[in-house]
RNA sequence: UGGGGGAUAGUAUAGUGGCAAUACGACGGGUUCUGGCCCCGUUAUCCAAGGUUCGAAUCCUUGUCCCCCAGCCA
């Protein structure tokens, strides 16, 4: 029986792209490019854009998108977040194939282009300071005033604009800049600056230049150079369409691709700034670009999510251009779903409660059977060893336990998953604190594998290790990193660094693991039955000494349950 | 008091003149050797007010609210 593939339902954008096709707007042609500025790790803001870049193109035959690194401020920009980029966008699956390029492999071209347009006196040498600058630019309600240096001569612009590439001036002394109109309604269009002097290295291109090209005047030019049809950005740059068309316009090339804003990625309980990202690095709120806790791919990445999760995940949220900040919940639901079919279930005691099975004989040890995997029975099955003294899970005793409780507690009975029906008998407190040290039980040898031949039922079944075989590790439990869903919504002043949370990471120094984990690769992913799925750090395990990080916990009614008890 | 955008369930996204759809979440139930998964049910008259129309989330009018813009950042 052929699938048929589920209706999937257009964004704008996609609809605008079909509509172009059907008019055969760009000779069939459907080119896109995810443009990075090589100056902080991708997040899963930009997994959005890579996945709309990179899915539109993929989506038509022929379709091609380009990786374009936006690098044309070497103030900010270095080669280990190029490497990064190409790396994060790699791990999400994108191929680029030949299409890499760098805006800052375009500035021959620029120059030439600024040298056109001074040619045609669309452009001057101005020679206002900064705050200058500022000062004639207007405001939002007045209109701005014309720099004095705005009429100088054709010969006298080339002549200086030479100059300010020979390196002959100091930063901030001079720019060039667009002669467009001090009055316009739109700021970007008051006359924007091109380019600045900067006596400052490039990553790429040395000493080369002293002089770099803006924002607006690169990008639409390296969108033109490469032949986009589609330049995809976000809402912020709506406001710099009309400069992005008037540089393209004036300058008449054979390209001139179509920019279309889209709203850019919020999740509740995150920030997503670049530059508070930077912020929690090099605070040391985090440990790292990479820390699990962080947004950035290659923390997500760290912490256990597949680039299936992540890729559904941007399939979901939709495309719009209204401002909307996406359920954390959802990125979790995501994960949990891919997970839930494919990691290998194993148990895992992470706060052990030490349990003697009294009528167990000593020096016995048996293996049972247990299944890899429910949701998919081709992952087989394997042994996992049983002996006289195990660890549960303190969370799953109590000794005065309230409704709905079923777990284990004083004469009740439960299922060992896979093993056998207990019964504890009696409990043992530490006779300083109180607290409850150990549990003495009993099995039923007729149980074995996890079911009464009398057909008596039990209401709870719990993961457990056994000691003897137990391996430990350490075991790091990762919640979200701001205690409230929009930690940027503070007051005028407010640090969103209030909003951390203090209980982001828990570490588990020793946790007990069933024997069959004893030297899992680093980046492998499990699901601690009960509890959630983890991963084993791909930076910090090693073989002597197993990290794993928890990706996501499982859904918990229990703990609904036990909150709505109070 | 300028310009550019945007308002559909708790959240996100469809629907663009004909019964407001889907997913996540929440709540209730079923099932269960994971209190997981799975299954079933509940959860909105579409920012407001007018108007056009047999019929409006959709078209018109007038409002309201939210976001972005005054970097030699991108």
């Given amino acids: 029986m052929p699938e048929t593939s589920p209706p999937v339902s257009m964004d704008f954008i996609r609809t605008i792209i079909a509509e172009d096709l059907k008019n055969n707007k760009n000779e069939g042609r459907v080119v896109t490019r995810f443009p990075p500025e090589p100056n902080g790790y991708l997040h899963i803001g930009h997994a959005k854009s890579i996945c709309l870049n990179f899915g539109i193109a993929l989506e038509h035959e022929g379709g091609t998108c380009h990786l374009r690194f936006d690098d044309t401020n070497p103030t900010k920009e270095e080669t280990e977040y190029v490497e ?54 207007g405001t939002l309600t007045t209109p701005g005033k014309e720099s004095p240096f705005r009429t100088r001569s054709v010969a006298e612009n080339l002549d200086l604009f030479q100059r300010m590439r020979a390196g002959e001036f100091e930063n901030g002394s001079r720019v060039l800049r667009a002669k467009i109109d001090m009055a316009s309604p739109n700021l970007n269009m008051r006359d924007p600056v091109l380019y600045r002097i900067l006596h400052m290295p490039h990553h790429r291109t040395g000493n080369k230049w002293c002089i770099y090209p803006m924002y607006d005047f690169t990008h639409c030019l390296s969108d033109s150079i490469e032949g986009i049809t589609h330049s995809l950005c976000t809402l912020e740059f709506e406001d710099h369409r009309p400069l992005y068309d008037w540089v393209l316009d004036e300058l008449d090339v054979d390209c001139h691709p179509q920019q279309i804003e889209f709203a850019r990625l919020n999740l509740s309980y995150t920030v997503m700034s670049k530059r508070k990202l930077l912020e929690l690095v090099a605070g040391g709120y985090v440990t790292g670009w990479d820390d699990p806790r962080m947004p950035t791919l290659s923390g997500l990445r760290r912490r256990g999510y597949t680039t299936e999760a992540i890729r559904d995940f941007c399939d979901r949220i939709g495309i719009a251009k209204r401002d909307s900040t ?26 052990p409660l030490r349990v003697v099975i ?44 309230p409704k709905k409780f079923y777990r284990l507690a004083p004469g009740r009975e439960v299922r060992l998953r896979y093993a056998y029906f207990i019964k504890c008998m009696d409990v043992v407190k530490d006779k300083e604190t109180g607290q409850v040290i150990e549990l003495h039980c009993t099995y039923d040898p007729d149980t074995r594998g996890g079911d009464a031949p009398d057909g008596r039922k039990v209401k709870a079944t719990l993961h ?10 350490e075991v790091r439990l990762y919640d979200h990193l701001f205690k409230t869903p929009d ?27 069933e024997p069959g984990l004893q030297g899992a690769t680093p980046g492998s992913r499990y ?34 349950i036990a909150k709505s008890q109070g």
């Fill in 464 to 473: 457990w290790v056994s000691a003897d075989h137990a391996v430990e590790a």
């Fill in 358 to 401: 009294d009528n167990y004989p000593e020096d016995r040890s048996e293996e049972l059977d247990a299944v890899n995997n429910p949701e998919d029975s081709s992952m087989g099955t394997r042994k996992i060893p049983f002996s006289r003294v195990l660890y549960i899970e303190q969370d799953d005793f109590m000794e005065d336990p």
């Fill in 326 to 351: 996406v359920d954390l919940a959802l990125l979790e639901y995501c994960i949990r779903e891919d997970l839930n079919k494919r990691a290998p279930r194993v148990m895992a005691v992470l706060r």
């Fill in 487 to 513: 930690p940027d919504a503070g007051k005028e002043g407010m640090d969103f660094k209030t909003h951390l949370n203090p209980k982001s990471l828990e570490i588990i120094s020793s946790a007990k693991l």
């Fill in 84 to 137: 990064s980029i190409m790396s994060d966008v790699r791990w999400l699956g994108f191929d680029w194939g030949e299409h890499l390029y760098y805006a800052s492999d375009y500035f021959d071209q620029l120059y030439e282009y600024s040298v056109q347009l001074i040619k045609k006196d669309k452009a001057y040498v101005c020679d206002l300071n900064a705050d200058e600058i500022r000062e004639y630019r």
């Fill in 527 to 560: 699901q601690f039955e009960r509890l959630g799925y983890f991963c084993v750090d791909l930076k910090d395990s090693t073989k002597n000494r197993l990290v794993f990080n928890r990706t996501a916990t499982l859904r918990d009614t229990w703990v609904k």
